[in-house]
């Protein structure tokens, strides 16, 4: 049996700061993009953390080839759920992040037949219908927060391409609870593993609103496994409830934590990555220019290079974790049982040898190659990869296309990320504004919408 993790022997892990737990919690969840980067100069490429709730002690490798050894390693050893249970009361016992092993095997053989090649296919006209609709709506010459609008976009998006639910009054029912879900303070997740908590202020009330989304969601399970029309649905929920491997099926239950599991890494992290675009894009007039022809031409290539190195300039999630159920050894550091060890996507993303200039917004490092491998991780890596990556991408450049066939972006002065929750998003809200593109331009982009169809 693997020590607990607050008994682990210092002097068998690298150097960190000696502050109390609480203090190196709140560096670490809220103060994250100066904390991070200051222990990496302090201690170097490896460097432990101890944190809250376990309280549990966290290695951050920073290197590419420590960060290999992380997703190399042997899942029944570097367990990812057991890593991740910080979420268990919002995601459930079953969701994909959470579980280990043979269920985590199940799992995500269950959930693959319906973010594969044909359904993708499907999910992409979706989701251009629900941007291409959110986009009518901009005013040219309104300044506006871009965080907020991609944050309702892509909420739209998992109603209407996840989860299925068309119905108005459900979907006037929904958006509030997953708002709520989604925009929760890190204290609730904290608070999480002390159930006295459950029953007062903050913690009540969010464990009110997972009870009423919960509802919610058990209902359209429910009525969507009865619905005539089951066989024919698009949507990601009726495609998990088709799933049939040799008899062993979705439970509602395991439906439910899937969905919200979806819900909760698909949302906020592909707005919060699609603002930083628009930001980065709308800062140069040689950027806005590039990205309006890609959108004209029919680029795609182009559009999710700017979302990736959006993604790489602004990791939205700090770092990838792993507790070790075994003694295992990362990037030639051997370490006991019960430590957690972390890839950390910040530092990862700003190394110098990976990313040449990594401080410049740089799309052209995703065409015609990619990065050094284990240098750009927002999808994590290895047999834990996120099993939604290629939706992601492929919402993403749905969405620009819509945007930069409609307008010209031009971003409102600088950002900088804050935390929210277990992300980080723009503080100021990635302000823009647009301008109607000029008749000559806006003809040519017509015109190629006309062939393409």
Known sequence: MAPRPDRLDPALLPPGPRWPRLVQSVGLLRFRHRFVPWLHRRYGDVFTVRILPSPRATVLFTRPDAIRDIFAGDPEVFHAGEANSILGPVMGPHSLLLVDGAEHKRARRLLMPAF?????????????????????????????????????????????????????????????????????????????????????????????????????????????????????????????????????????????????????????????ALAW??????????QRERARAAAAAGDDAWLEAVLKESMRLHPVIPMVVRTLKAPA??????????????????????????????EVFRPERFLGASPPPNSWLPF???????????????????????????????????????????????????????????RALALQVAEHADAAE
């Open 116 to 272: 594969s090649g044909r359904p993708m296919r499907g999910y992409e006209g979706l989701v251009t219908d629900v941007a291409r609709a959110e986009v009518a709506g901009w005013h040219p010459g309104v300044e506006f927060r871009s965080l907020d609008r991609m944050n309702a976009l892509t909420l739209e998006v998992i109603l209407r391409v996840v989860f299925g639910v068309t119905d108005e009054a459900r979907l006037e029912r929904l958006r509030p609870l997953v708002n709520a879900t989604v925009d929760v303070n890190p204290a609730v997740l904290l608070g999480a593993a002390f159930p006295p908590l459950r029953r007062v202020g903050m913690w009540r009330r969010a464990a009110e609103t997972i009870r009423e989304l919960d509802a919610v969601i058990h209902t359209e399970i429910r009525e969507r496994r009865a619905s005539p029309d089951l066989a024919t649905r698009p949507d990601v929920l009726s495609q998990l409830i088709r799933v049939d491997d040799g008899g062993d099926r979705l439970s509602d239950a395991e439906l439910r934590d899937q969905l919200v599991t979806l819900l909760l890494a698909g949302h906020e992290t592909t707005a919060t």
């Open 277 to 286: 675009a628009l930001h980065e894009v709308g800062r140069s007039v040689e």
């Open 329 to 358: 050894t990362v990037g030639g550091v051997a370490l006991p049982a019960g430590a957690t060890v972390a890839a950390s996507i910040l530092v990862a993303h700003a190394r110098p040898e990976s990313h040449p200039e990594p």
């Open 380 to 438: 994590g890596g290895g047999v834990r990869r996120c099993i939604g990556a290629g939706f992601s991408l492929m919402e993403g450049v749905a969405v620009l296309r819509e945007v930069f066939t409609a307008f010209d972006v031009e971003a409102v002065g600088d950002d900088e990320p804050r935390v929210r929750n277990i992300t980080s998003v723009p503080r100021r809200g990635s302000r823009v504004v647009v301008s109607r593109l000029p």
